[in-house]
């Protein structure tokens, strides 16, 4: 458990590398946002793909293979246990270790003597009694919630398989994202299938707050067949056993380029979007639509920002009103329309979400097992002046001997 509990600090450690750090940028983005020296020991040491890194791979596997160990060398003694707890001989002994009046295993075994009926006892208990006879004396037994004593090994088991789960998931899950406006048909990472966005609707409130997004898709597999769905925030769809969330939305625009007075380029981007110039070095990265951006002589008009690149190197940032045209070369003019909103969507699958929901049912059970099932065995012998009546509680001990002592009248 030493072994195991430095593992899982390890492990925890990791992950909240992995939560913090972006997962899967180039080696440039990550220089760029954290510096030469972190950037680089984050590519490194794998955190900018921690998940599908070996070491966490193999750390993973280390604490499975030990806890699945720490289990199962438990099972025998569980059962030992269980046998014994179910056992009215192991009673009767641990009664005549313990004196009335205390001993070492006083806090879990009561005594209660001079008891006028034993088995109103039971019935107050809710326990139902077996019959017995012991040197001559008539004697009651029942043991109860047993399967309590399972209740740490589940919640391990539990557990185990919650560790399993996110480790097979994260390691052959799949996530794409998509954006575009309704129109366009767009590819779904390496799938082999398409993403068509029919239609996007933004509902507003009366105080024209952005309430809810709904896209209206249809995907194609690579064999042809087609599947469509209605998706919006918190309602995701399912296509060809991929789930489509509705993640966000922007401004995306028309833009054209002309050379020579002549239209020779269009396309629509979305904000965070680039095209190349034609077959030239220049690129133009569209940065967003701005509401009263520009002034002209106090009046305000919205606008167009986008940046040119040239070999990759930012050049400057403009901010164009609609229509208006803007001179890059002699010959290459660049003109901004129709701005309109897109959707973003996120395209996921994940084969083994089954096993996770499991672990957490399964570490559930445990948890009940091991605070609401208390194991409890109450045994008891006629005497001659009434009865006397034992109980043992392993868990709870104290208020299992004040429930014992007033079903008892004492």
């Not at 398989?161 to 366009?184: D, E, K, N, S, W």
């Not at 034609?278 to 967003?288: E, H, I, K, R, V």
Request: one cysteine or more; aromatic letters at 10%.
């Amino acid at each position: 458990m030493k072994f195991a509990i430095l593992l899982l600090v390890v492990l925890t450690i990791a992950c909240v590398f992995g939560s913090v750090i972006p997962q899967g940028r180039t080696l440039d983005e990550y220089l760029s946002a954290y510096g030469t020296r972190s950037g680089a020991l984050i590519v490194g040491l794998c955190l900018d793909d921690l998940f599908h890194s070996t070491w966490f791979l193999v750390l993973t596997v280390l604490l499975v293979c030990d806890l699945l160990y720490c289990n199962l060398s438990r099972v025998p003694s569980l059962l030992h246990r269980g046998a014994r707890f179910r056992d009215p001989e192991t009673a009767w002994k641990l009664s005549q270790a313990q004196p009335a009046g205390g001993g070492k295993n006083a806090s879990t075994v009561c005594t209660v003597e001079q008891v006028p009926d034993a088995a109103t006892v039971f019935e107050k208990l809710h326990m139902r009694p077996v019959s017995g006879e012991r040197d001559g004396k008539k004697t009651l037994f029942a043991a109860q919630n047993g399967v309590g004593l399972w209740g740490a090994w589940v919640t391990h088991l539990g557990i185990l398989l919650l560790i399993v789960g996110f480790v097979l998931g994260q390691a052959t899950r799949q996530l794409y994202t998509v954006h575009g406006v309704p129109g366009q048909t767009l590819p779904v990472g390496d799938t082999g299938c398409t993403l068509t966005i029919n239609d996007f609707d933004v509902s507003l409130t009366e105080n024209g707050v952005a309430e809810q997004f709904t896209s209206d898709v249809t995907m194609h597999d690579p064999a042809g067949a087609s599947e469509s769905a209605v998706v919006s925030v918190n309602q995701p769809g399912k296509l060809f056993g991929y789930k489509v969330f509705q993640n966000s939305t922007g401004t995306a625009a028309k833009v054209t380029v002309t050379k020579d007075g002549a239209v020779a380029q269009e396309a629509i981007l979305c904000a965070g979007d680039y095209v190349y110039v034609l077959d030239t070095p220049m690129a133009l990265f569209f940065n967003g639509y701005y509401r009263d951006a520009l002034d002209f002589g106090g009046m305000k008009a919205d606008a167009f920002a986008w940046s040119t690149y040239y070999n990759g190197v930012y050049s400057e940032t403009r901010y164009q009103a609609e229509g208006e045209t803007a001179i890059t070369t002699d010959s290459i003019r660049v003109t901004f329309s129709e701005p309109q909103s897109y959707t973003l969507l996120q395209i996921k699958r994940e084969r083994f979400i089954w096993l996770v929901l499991l672990g957490g049912l399964v570490t559930l059970a445990g948890l009940v097992l091991s605070f609401y099932l208390q194991p409890r065995r109450v045994w008891a012998e006629q005497t001659e002046t009434g009865w006397t009546v034992h109980g043992e509680s392993q868990k709870g001990g104290a208020i299992f001997r004040d429930r014992l002592r007033e079903a008892a009248g004492g």
